[in-house]
């Protein structure tokens, strides 16, 4: 079932249920019950971040027959908060209730093969790529694509499931250690900068997207996220809010969408990925826009009106890692010194609940707002300093 329902909040015990219970599913959770909606987590991890604040948390994995017909009976619609669940838990739940996304677009978003050629159909330009299953094909390689950088087709994030290569043998090498998996082999770019486009759509077709944001990745992990005017050429945000509307026409797609571009020295601008759910570049909208990312997938996905959102704040963003709970040099672990932080101008602290502070985990994001982008990026410097996170 497609979400053509309108579900409204609190007029009886209306459920709302996500799979996954990331943080993505966490800050759900809290939009959905901030506006009278009840909540349903289905995550096997009992201490998941989303499960700890949810009404009902089902804990089983994705795929159990049970756990999924628990959350049927308990919810009035179901969204994802990641495109590694399978496919087939979605479609098993659309045979109930309306879920958005839909199936068949998050199984286009979990397979880099299929979200490239879902890419050329819609004429949005992307790396050039070959998508190697088999010796011939990994023989086949147009060295016009190296050096590039190979990708797992599936199950890739944050940087995991890839490696750089230089040359043939690396190109050989890389993919015996990603153990002969189902690859696509990118093309390097020469980046200028990395942007996404944020939307959601609804059932009848209505499209209403965030500012473009602007993005810094770290060792393959989102770092910093700017989003005022000018943090783009207006000609750069024009196309790429144009091609992530294609993409998500083209999809028939219902619910929150990121849509993932490389800015590229020549000013050319093409897509790199979709993940079919709010995205950690959105998260500033929380603070800095009227209308969340979170809130838009709750409405999405209830059949609620869609309505533009409105940025009424400068905003920076800086990500949260476990690395940040070792001071620099130090052995012993830490709590970082939210105290300072929380001491600057238009600070917004969240922290996702999570027990283990590993490094590279995303533990909590900052938001700092201001009037001008000149004041946020200067508290957010700020905070850097605090921190101990690189300035940006
Ligand atoms: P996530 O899901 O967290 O966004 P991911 O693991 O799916 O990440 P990608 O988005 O494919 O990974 O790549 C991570 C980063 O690596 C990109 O944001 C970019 O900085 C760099 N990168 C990826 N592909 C290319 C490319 N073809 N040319 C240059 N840089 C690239
Ligand atoms: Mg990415």
Not at 162 to 190: G, K, N, T
Not at 270 to 277: D, F, G, S
Request: a negative charge; aromatic letters at 4%; proline letters at 7%.
């Amino acid at each position: 079932m497609t979400a053509a329902v309108t579900l409204l909040p609190a007029s009886s015990e209306v459920t709302l249920g996500v799979l996954g219970g990331g943080q993505l599913g966490r800050m759900f959770v809290h939009a959905a019950q901030s506006m009278g909606f009840f909540t349903a987590v289905l995550d096997p991890d009992p201490a998941s971040p989303a499960g700890r604040v949810s009404h009902h948390h089902v804990q089983t994995d994705y795929l159990d027959p049970q756990g999924l017909a628990q959350l049927a009976g308990l919810c009035a619609a179901v969204t994802t908060e990641f495109e590694n669940v399978p496919a087939a838990a979605l479609a098993a739940l659309a045979e109930r209730l309306p879920v958005a996304p839909a199936a068949a677009a998050v199984a286009i978003a979990q397979d880099r093969a299929a979200e490239k050629a879902h890419f050329v159909r819609c004429g949005v330009p992307c790396a050039p790529y070959a998508v190697i299953e088999t010796a011939a094909q990994l023989a086949a390689v147009d060295a016009a694509l190296l050096p590039g950088i190979l990708k797992t087709a599936r199950l890739g994030y944050d940087g995991k499931g890839q490696v750089r290569v230089a040359d043939r043998a690396a190109l050989a090498d890389a993919w015996a250690r990603l153990q002969h998996a189902p690859c696509v082999l990118e093309q390097m770019l020469p980046l200028a900068a990395e942007c996404s486009v944020i939307l959601a759509r609804g059932a009848d077709g209505t499209v209403v997207h965030l500012p473009v944001q602007r993005n810094l990745h770290r060792d393959g992990i989102l770092a910093v996220t700017e989003v005022y005017e000018g943090n783009i050429p207006p000609a750069q945000e024009q196309s790429g809010l144009h091609a992530a509307k294609s993409i998500a026409d083209g999809l028939d797609y219902v619910g929150v969408l990121c849509v993932e571009f490389f800015l590229l020295q020549d000013g050319r601008l093409v897509v790199n990925e979709i993940a079919p759910r709010p995205h950690n570049s959105g998260h500033y909208s929380i603070d800095a826009c009227d209308l969340s990312q979170f809130e838009l997938q709750v409405r999405a996905m209830a059949g609620l009106p869609l309505v533009a959102p409105r940025q009424h704040s400068p905003a920076v963003m800086l990500n949260l890692l476990g690395d940040l709970w070792r001071a620099p040099g130090a052995s012993e672990a830490r709590t970082p010194p939210w105290d300072r932080v929380l001491a600057l101008p238009g600070a917004h602290l969240h922290l996702y609940g999570k027990q283990t502070p590993a490094r590279g985990r995303k533990m909590g994001h900052l938001t700092l707002t201001a009037a001008t982008p000149e004041a946020a990026r200067a508290v957010a410097l700020q905070a850097c300093a605090v921190l101990g996170i690189d300035p940006f």
